[in-house]
């Protein structure tokens, strides 16, 4: 099965490891991973109202990613901005419609992808820790992913998944949101900082490297000892690492 | 009331730290909520209904100016009157006209958020009449002179101590009171004397029902029934998309009204409204007129914010957006807060003064996926950042800061050569450390939070790299 990773521009620049952990996962379900060369899914320029960049963008993804039986993501946001808005953007456009609407119905978000299509949900993998896990809202109600990730996690070895509270409300990243109302924003996190100290848990997950970074530079701030990491580090047996905004080495990886 | 939505960002710094506002939001906070889900849990339709009631609502709009005609006949045929308002000034000559025609002094009013929209008390004050507000929080919120801050609990924002000081300053007795039952008592005392007095009864409608000319009221308290039943005149304001064809119809909708506001199976009233009073009636108004308010409303209808004109206004929206469970109503400066009042507020007030209200979202969805009426909040928010970047709004550094960005984003090989530099310069200054406690330019990101470092190299360099060494 050919499968190209979107890798999302956030994983590509910050944490690669991710990016290689879902290479890691998807090689072992079987799958021939491929990764076009790319840049962003454009959601900063859709949110922001900027329609003619955002297709423009759009359209290169489009491109980049026909002729692959399916495109996974590892972040529920930017599988939604593949899924259910390049749709949208290319609604009134003929010439474009069709080739988005074909993109929509091959893009997945890693988790759900592994779990539903492929049917895996042991990879064998080993983490000592009582970690809880935070929904992306675009995970949630977009790609409507909740109990893929959990499956998951329920077979990682030495794991006791601990449920976040208030897991349907956002951690206040949103994009470009988060700067240009940063107070609103600070509140939203801080918020969910509170909601991850009562779990008790000493590690956060989520699917979406957007959320992470937030909630990881808010908890860094705070000096938590909570560490963070991305599902399909620990999925992979690759969280072995620094977590999210952690001292130590950040260099390259370990092929 | 004059908007102050152009001051959003300064209106949030406030509420953020105004404590007692805080303590209110918190207490407030989850009880909608968790009430919404308890009553939807004993509801397995409620998918089903609320794919019916997008229907109705769909179908009416397109049919509204048959719709609205054939309600004005069933008015007149029962004996009442409509008038059609384009602007909230002529509804307030409308309003202020039928008081002096029934020779009014005193107008209560049942709770009525276009009444709020219109600004009625003020022109009513401003013409010499006394207007008492008779839902216990407007009431209040009148007292202290404020808006409401949510559009069905007016005075959330407001403590019961913050409720017994305005009591005993406007009652004049010299003892704060402190139970609610006192609370409720008193402004029950009150408000009678009021309802037994008024000339004229002016209430909102949740919907008109255009088969039998009806206005459909409900309330808790059953102050909409004394305010329409007992004056002279009862006067409804309602906008133009309130009207349903049929009561089948209206019983659709209110299956789903209550239950999303309060998560009651349906509020303690439910009152219609059809005509004044006839011969064999024991009570009720010798006057019956219905004031139907455009005001943007009709532009909507043909444009690409016509989803929100389904809203029947249960504030399920508010009470479930992290924006307005931080900062509260009063914050969004204008009668609507929330998402709903997000996007109606610069379509009424204007993009120019209410520019930040659709831009101060995360787009998290919450509002969409609990709207009783499937009105796609974010996707209406997104249209109007369309709108404004479009007319150039938007700060010069965010506009700047796009453009560049996107310049990049359509280039990959440039975009690779300009991220790759980023992020090793990020990577060299977070340094073992792993992330950055100040970085200049990024004092929005860093004031509140670290951020962490990038790793060095990009994944696809090393991911290329790789393939060159024989795999990928």
Known sequence: MRVALFVTCLVDLYRPRVGFAAVNLLERAGCQVEVPVQTCCGQPAYNNGDLDDARAIARQVIRAFEGFEHVVAPSGSCAGMLKCHYPTLFEDDPAWSDRALDLAERTHELTAFLTDVLGQDDFGAHYTGQATYHDSCSSLREMKVHAQPRRLLERVDGLQLKELGDNEVCCGFGGTFCVKYPELSARMVDDKVARIHETGADTLLAADLGCLLNIAGRLRRLDSMVRVYHIAEVLADMADGPGLGEAGDQGKERP | ?472
Request: glycine share 10%; charged share 25%.
């Open chain 2, 1 to 472: 009331m004059k908007s102050t939505a152009h001051a959003f960002k300064h209106n949030v710094h406030v509420a953020l730290h105004d404590e007692r506002l805080q303590r209110a939001l918190h207490k407030a906070g989850g009880g909608f909520i968790d009430k919404r889900r308890a009553a939807l849990d004993e509801l397995p339709e409620f998918e089903a209904l609320r794919e019916s009631a997008r229907a109705i609502k769909d179908h009416t709009l397109a049919h509204l100016d048959e719709y609205l005609e054939h309600f004005e006949a069933q008015v007149i045929a029962s004996g009442g009157r409509v008038h059609w308002a384009r602007t909230p000034e002529q509804a307030r000559r409308i309003v202020v006209e039928l008081c002096r025609e029934a020779g009014a002094k005193r107008v209560t009013k049942g709770k009525s958020m276009v009444g709020e929209e219109i600004a009625v008390n003020e022109a009513l004050e401003a013409a010499g009449f006394e207007a008492v507000e008779t839902d216990l929080g407007e009431y209040i919120i009148q007292l202290a002179h404020e808006p409401p801050s949510h559009i069905i609990a007016p005075a959330i924002h407001k403590s019961r101590q913050d409720i017994a000081e305005l009591f005993r300053e406007h009652h004049g007795h010299h003892e704060a009171l402190d139970s609610a039952r006192e609370i409720v008592d008193e402004a029950r005392e009150r408000l009678r004397a009021a309802f037994l007095s008024a000339d004229v009864g002016i209430t909102g409608a949740n919907f008109l029902v255009a088969e039998t000319g009806s206005a459909i009221v409900v309330t808790n308290e059953g102050n909409g029934d004394l305010t329409a039943t007992l004056p002279r005149t009862h006067i409804v304001l309602a906008g133009l998309e309130k009207v349903v064809p049929t009561l089948e119809d209206a019983s659709v909708l209110l299956r789903l009204l209550a239950r999303s506001a309060t998560g009651q199976a349906f509020t303690a009233y439910t009152s219609l409204f059809t005509g004044p009073r006839r011969a064999e009636d024991g009570d009720g108004p010798e006057a019956f007129h219905v004031v139907l308010v455009d005001n943007g409303r009709s532009e909507m209808l043909g444009n690409e914010f016509h989803d929100m004109l389904r809203c029947i206004r249960c504030g399920a929206c508010l009470n479930h957006c992290p924006i307005y469970g931080a900062v509260g109503g009063h914050a969004y400066g204008w009668v609507y807060p929330g998402p709903m009042g997000a996007v109606l507020t610069p379509l009424m007030q204007g993009l120019g003064e209410a520019g930040d209200l659709p831009n101060a979202s995360s787009l998290c969805g919450r509002c969409e996926a609990v709207c009783p009426m499937s009105i796609p909040l974010p996707a209406l928010l997104r249209r109007l950042r369309v709108r404004q970047y479009a007319a150039g709004g938007g700060s010069k550094r965010s506009r700047w800061g796009l453009a560049a960005w996107a310049f990049l984003a359509r280039r990959p090989r440039l975009y690779q050569w300009a991220m790759g530099w980023g992020v090793r310069v990020l990577a060299a200054l977070g340094g073992r450390r792993g992330r950055l406690r100040r970085l200049p330019g990024a004092g929005a990101w860093t004031a509140a939070r670290d951020l962490p470092a990038p790793a060095g190299d990009t994944f696809q360099k090393q991911w290329r790299q790789r393939a060159g060494r024989g795999r990928g």
